[in-house]
């Protein structure tokens, strides 16, 4: 009998112990898919796109990659927020699925420090290929996501 008042109180004073249940991480969001893709996503891709490869003009051939450090730690920045941004993505009130939305947006995460890599190696040509396979990251989001009248490149326009 004594035994199991002992374990009675034992198993009271754990009771006591134990941790508060976990409460939510407190989020407050800035705006919807929409406003992310155009004040955050976008301008910072569009950042990565302007600085790889090359454009022909008038007077020739001309590199667009970053030609000072300042240069190339402003396209590690923008590369840096285009990961982040998949986890913006993957946020409850943004996130369209836990599925082909989820992947997409670890994806997006995954270019994206690629690309902040290269640039921290200011390395060119690993540039202009992560660029590409961005651009691919966009697409094949869009491609599924986007409903009637917004389904429409908007990397060209
Ligand atoms: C995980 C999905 C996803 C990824 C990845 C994604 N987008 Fe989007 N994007 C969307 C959806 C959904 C919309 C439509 C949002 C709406 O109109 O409600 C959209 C819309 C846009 C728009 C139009 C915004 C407007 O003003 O109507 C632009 C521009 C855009 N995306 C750029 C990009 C670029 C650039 C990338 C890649 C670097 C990208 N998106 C990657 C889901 C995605």
């Given at each position: 009998m004594r035994l199991v008042c002992f374990l009675t109180v034992v198993l009271l004073l754990g009771g006591c112990t134990q941790p508060e249940k976990s409460k939510p991480i407190p989020f407050k969001t800035t705006g919807d898919v929409k406003h992310t893709m155009q004040w955050v996503l976008d301008p910072a891709a569009d950042h990565i796109w302007d600085s790889a490869g090359s454009v022909i003009t008038a007077e020739g051939v001309e590199e667009l990659?970053?030609?000072?450090d300042e240069g190339w730690l402003a396209v590690q920045h923008s590369a840096v927020v285009v990961a982040e941004t998949g986890n913006l993505l993957l946020m409850p009130s943004r996130?369209?699925?836990?599925?082909d939305w989820q992947e997409i947006a670890l994806g997006l995460i995954d270019v994206g420090m690629r690309a902040a890599k290269a640039a921290e190696a200011k390395d060119a040509d690993a540039l202009f290929e992560v660029g590409g396979q961005l651009y691919r990251v966009c697409v094949s989001c869009h491609t599924q996501y986007m409903q009637g009248d917004e389904k429409r490149d908007p990397l060209t326009e």
């Open positions: 990659a970053p030609t000072t996130a369209r699925d836990d599925q």
